[in-house]
């Protein structure tokens, strides 16, 4: 099982990136999907998140300005971030998991950096 994430960088205030993750190893298309971040000395936190059948949640502080979509050809999650702000900096994770009869199946991705300075 790989969860490969890819897209972090540095931006100015106002900027945009897009962070990719690609899976492999696991039936992806049946997993849910999200993205966590973590700035340092806080706890990590849900960002966004995508059902099997697409339903999506975001934290509040995003909503309006980040896009989680999936593509199950590709087995990618991508996140689409405009309009970021200092406040969005840190490591973002991707994240797969399912609630299986025996309990929950929970898949992990590198980080990848996110920072958003002028």
């Known amino acids: 099982v790989q969860l490969q994430a890819s897209g972090g960088g540095s931006v100015q205030p106002g900027g945009s990136l897009k962070l990719s993750c690609e899976a492999s190893?696991?039936?992806?298309?049946?997993?849910?999907l999200a993205w966590y971040r973590q700035a340092p000395g806080k706890d990590r936190e849900l960002v966004a998140a995508?059902?099997?059948?697409?339903?999506?949640h975001y934290h509040v502080s995003v909503m309006g300005r980040f896009t989680i979509s999936r593509d199950n050809t590709q087995n990618t999650v991508s996140l689409q971030m405009n309009s970021l702000k200092p406040e969005d900096t840190a490591v973002y994770y991707c994240?797969?998991?399912?609630?299986?009869?025996?309990?929950?199946?929970?898949?992990w991705g590198q980080g990848t950096q996110v920072t958003v300075s002028s």
């Open positions: 994240n797969a998991w399912r609630k299986e009869d025996s309990g929950y199946v929970d898949y």
């Open positions: 190893g696991f039936s992806f298309g049946i997993f849910s």
């Open positions: 995508i059902a099997p059948g697409g339903a999506t």
